[in-house]
C-alpha cells in the first residue's frame, strides 16, 4: 500500500480534534493510496512519524487498542502470549516518539500536530494503566514484557517532561509497580540485561528503590563482552545484526548517563561508551547505499528503520563523529524512509503496519515478532526532537559517504579504532 496521509490538509487536521480515532482512520483510508508530498525533509519526517505512530497511541488514548489493533504473528510464531504485542506497541512507539513530543509548543502546523500527538500518549497512558481499563497492558506473563518495558523507561528518560510529568500519580504508581513486578525474572544471558539495567535506572531517577545487581549487570557484562571497532557481542559472541542499534549502544549510552548522574559512573565510563556508540555511526552511516538502501542482514529486520536508532541518537544528541555532518545523515535517513515506507504493503488497508522488511513478507519475520514488534521502527525518528533550526533540518541537502564515494569524489578514509 502507498504512502496515505493521515493528517490530510491543515484545515483538516483541525477536524482532528472532534473526531474518534477510529473514525479518522476509517475516513481517511479512502484517500489511503494517496502519497505525502512534503515541502521538505522534516515536514516528510513528522508527518510520516505520525502516520506510524497514530493508530497506535489515538486508539490507547481511546481506549481501543486491543480492540481495533490488527494482530497478525510471525508463521513461526512461539508459545509466549499474544497479549506481549500490545505493550510491545506501546513502549516502542513511544521510545520513537519522545523526542518530538519533547519539544516546545508553537503554532506551527508541525506543533499543533505535535501537541495532538503528545496530549493523546498521555491520556493513552493514563487510560490503559488505570485499573478497569481494556487496555491493560501485560507485565506479569512471559519474559517478553523484560524488553518492553525498558523501552516505556527510556521513553521517560527522553521526555520527562512531556511525558512522565503530566501523568496521573496513580499512573505513576502503576508503571513503577508494574516494572518492579519483573525483577521475579531474569533476563536473558545477551543484550537483554541492558533491558534490566534501563528499567532500574529510570527507577533510580525518579528516587524509586532500584535494584543496584540488574543496574549495573548489563553495563558490566557488555563490557566484558565488546569486541572492539564499536561492536558488542550480542551475549558472548558477535551477531552481525542491527541488535548493536537497535538494544546495546542507546541503552548502554542512557544507562550510563543516569547512573553518571548519581555518583555510580565516571566521566572516563560514560565517554568510552559514547566514543563506542560513534564508531559504531560511522559504519551506519556508511552502510547506506547511494540509492538509501541497507543491508537486510540479521535478525529482526522487520523493525525497519529501527535499525538505524543507534545513528539516528547521535544525531539527536548532537554528537555524531566529526567527519559526518548531520545534514548528510538526514539526506541519507530521508532516502531510506521513502524506500521503505513508500513500498505498497508496509501499512495495511487501516493503518497498521505489516509484517516484513520492505513491503509485505510474513515469512521473514522471527519466531518472536507480531505486529506490535514492528514499532521498533520509529526509533529512528529521533532527530525529530532536534529544533526546526539546527543545523541537522536547516543544513542545506549534503550526499552521504557512500553516495560520493560512488560519483568519484572525496570521502574520508576509514580506519579501525583500539577504543
Known amino acids: ?54 493508530p497506535v497511541v489515538a486508539n490507547l488514548a481511546e481506549g481501543k487498542l486491543k480492540q481495533n489493533m490488527v494482530v497478525v504473528k ?34 506551527t502546523a508541525e506543533g499543533k500536530q505535535r501537541k495532538k500527538m503528545r496530549d493523546l500518549a498521555v491520556q493513552g497512558l493514563d487510560s490503559c494503566f488505570a485499573s ?16 518492553d518495558s525498558a523501552y516505556l523507561a527510556q521513553t521517560f528518560l527522553r521526555a520527562p517532561e512531556a511525558l ?50 540488574r543496574l549495573k549487570q548489563g553495563v558490566t557484562k557488555l563490557n566484558e563482552w565488546y569486541k572492539g571497532d564499536g561492536w558488542y557481542g ?23 548517563a543516569v547512573m553518571l548522574a548519581h555518583g555510580m559512573a565516571t566521566q572516563a565510563q560514560y565517554d568510552l561508551a559514547l566514543k563506542r556508540m560513534q564508531r559504531y555511526g560511522v559504519g551506519q552511516e556508511r552502510m547506506i547505499s547511494p540509492e538509501g538502501t541497507f543491508p537486510p542482514i540479521g535478525r529482526s529486520i522487520t523493525y525497519r528503520t529501527g535499525s ?18 548531520p545534514a548528510q545523515v538526514r539526506c541519507a535517513l530521508t532516502k531510506v524512509k521513502q524506500n521503505m515506507y513508500e513500498t505498497k504493503g508496509t501499512f495495511d488497508n487501516k493503518g497498521w503496519l505489516q509484517l516484513g ?9 522471527d519466531y518472536y515478532t507480531s505486529t506490535g514488534s514492528l514499532y521498533m521502527a520509529t526509533l529512528s525518528f529521533l532527530p525529530l526532537g532536534l529544533p526546526a533550526s539546527d543545523p541537522f533540518w536547516a543544513d542545506p541537502a ?22
Not at 478497569?132 to 524488553?147: C, G, R, T
Not at 550480542?234 to 550510563?256: E, K, R
Not at 536508532?309 to 555532518?325: G, H
Not at 522488511?357 to 519475520?365: E, K, Q, Y
Open 132 to 147: 478497569n481499563s481494556p487496555d491493560q497492558l501485560n507485565f506479569e506473563k512471559d519474559y517478553q514484557p523484560i524488553v
Open 234 to 256: 550480542d551475549g558472548p559472541n558477535l551477531a552481525f545484526d542491527y541488535y548493536n542499534s537497535f538494544v546495546i549502544h542507546p541503552m548502554m549510552v542512557d544507562t550510563v
Open 398 to 419: 549534503t550526499d552521504w559517504t557512500a553516495k560520493k564515494a560512488w560519483k568519484g569524489e572525496h570521502f574520508p578514509k576509514d580506519y579501525h579504532v583500539d577504543f
Open 308 to 325: 538505524f536508532q543507534a545513528l539516528s541518537q547521535l544525531a539527536l544528541m548532537k554528537k555524531l563523529p566529526q567527519d559526518i555532518k
Open 1 to 54: 500500500m502507498e504512502r496515505r496521509n493521515f493528517i490530510g490538509t491543515l484545515s483538516f487536521s483541525g477536524l482532528l480534534a472532534f473526531m474518534s480515532p477510529t473514525k479518522i482512520m476509517a475516513s481517511e483510508a479512502v484517500g489511503i493510496e494517496k502519497a505525502i508530498k512534503p515541502t521538505d525533509d522534516r515536514t516528510y519526517w513528522y508527518q510520516l512519524l505520525y502516520k506510524i505512530a497514530y
Open 164 to 213: 512522565w510529568k503530566p501523568l496521573k500519580p496513580a499512573t505513576k504508581q502503576a508503571i513503577v509497580a508494574a516494572f518492579k513486578s519483573l525483577r521475579n525474572r531474569k533476563p536473558f544471558n545477551n543484550n537483554w540485561l541492558l533491558f534490566g539495567s534501563i528499567t532500574e535506572a529510570f527507577l533510580m531517577s525518579i528516587g524509586e528503590q532500584y535494584d543496584e545487581a
Open 74 to 107: 510471525s508463521p513461526t510464531f512461539d508459545s509466549r502470549s499474544a497479549s506481549v504485542t500490545y505493550l510491545e506497541a506501546v513502549g516502542r512507539t513511544y521510545a520513537g516518539i519522545a523526542p518530538w513530543l519533547a519539544l516546545p509548543d508553537d503554532d
Open 357 to 365: 522488511f520492505c513491503g509485505s513478507d510474513p515469512n521473514i519475520a
